[in-house]
């Protein structure tokens, strides 16, 4: 008995362990999706404050790409929760199946039961006893009856808990399905919200083409962001390493490589000259290395190329990796970083809609969203990195 109490103890303390974690596990993404929500409102205000005479510049335009990556932020991460709650409401459901299936049986076993307790009623038992020619044979009757009115007892109890348990995982249904249904909806709304920035954007972009200041700006804030990618490269090069030392440490204990996570990539090394183009139809408008700005008579560094795409173009991973970074960087708006084995990256700027999330391991083909429309039109900005070195993507991509 003590045994069992010290059971029924323990079991309790890990339940309401995991009910308070699940809490506060729901606390932080409200709290994360209120963070994006308030960024969203104050950019927003931001644009009502612009004086008259900068309501078509390039500020405006990075202000509108910005609420365009929280926007897609938000969509992300209610379609992330929505997958959740399908989940969970297939899970309940298969468990509702299952305490219905196992009700019926219940049912079934009492009323046979009900209807031996009506054939052998008081009367009956007693003829059987007192029948039964022998102590011995009594004694063994009498147990035999009453072995089978604590099973008639024991199923009716098993019967209501299974039907207090169909209860209470209905209702958890109900408020799964509620839940689901909710966020659906507050998803609609983003993106309808989303649908409108875009709309604005490439109405102010259509009109900034021509703007010498615009562009003037354009390409400083892309100089800028080519440093601020190689500050991320950087940070989550000292967070390999990290981890590698750890790992080193852990595998002196019996603990697993580091390494381990992308053994199974395919080589990335060896794709060199024959690298698939992250989009299908597409063509280079600044190259590796130095560009000169006939127009603006200026000369900028390049750590990678920058793509043409005919339209909005689907943008996709060169080679399997993990996604390790998604920044939004002005200049070059979303930023998608993957690792690939062999401590390889690559860059993928200037992208929409993107379809996936920091922490997945996608395979080479895999789409990661579309080219977004800048002032030099559609493109993409794709860099390749080994360790903390950048490479000439021309000599990596296989020649068109």
Known sequence: MVKRLQYIIIFLFFAVSLVAQEAEQIQQKNIELEHIRSN????????????????????????????????????????????????QIKKLREEIKQVEK????????????????YKHGAESRLKTLFGSGSITR????????????????????????????????????????????????????EIADLQENRKEKETLINRLKEDSIALKRDIEEQDRARLQIQKI???LEEERLRKERLARENKNKGGKSYTQIYEKFENFAALKGKLAWPVKYGKIIKKFGENKNERLNTVTLNYGIDILTNKESDVFAVAEG???????????????????KGNYRT??????????????????????????????GPMIHFEIWKERSFQNPSLWLTRK
């Not at 200037?350 to 080219?371: A, C, F, M, P, V």
């Open 102 to 117: 196992e009700t019926g049986s219940l049912k079934k076993k009492y009323s046979d039961y009900i209807v031996w307790l």
């Open 138 to 189: 009594m004694l063994r009757r009498y147990k035999y009856l009453n072995h089978i009115t604590e099973f008639g007892n024991k199923n009716l109890e098993e019967l209501k808990d299974k039907k207090k348990e169909l209860q209470r995982l209905s209702a958890l249904l109900s408020d799964e399905v509620k839940e689901r249904q909710r966020l659906i909806e507050e998803k609609n709304i």
């Open 40 to 87: 969203i409102r104050k950019l927003k205000d931001d644009l009502k404050n612009l004086a008259k005479q900068e309501k078509e510049s390039w500020e405006m335009l990075s202000n509108m790409k910005k609420q365009e990556h929280l926007y897609e932020k938000l969509v992300r991460r209610y379609e992330s929760e929505e997958r959740i709650k399908t989940g």
């Open 233 to 235: 490269i950087a940070k």
């Open 347 to 376: 860059v993928y700027g200037n992208l929409t809609d993107l379809k996936i999330s920091e922490g997945d391991k996608i395979k080479g083909g895999k789409k990661l969203g579309r080219s977004s429309k800048s002032l030099d």
């Open 322 to 340: 993990l996604v390790s970074a998604i920044e939004w960087i002005p200049g070059y708006g979303s930023v998608v970083i993957l690792t690939h």
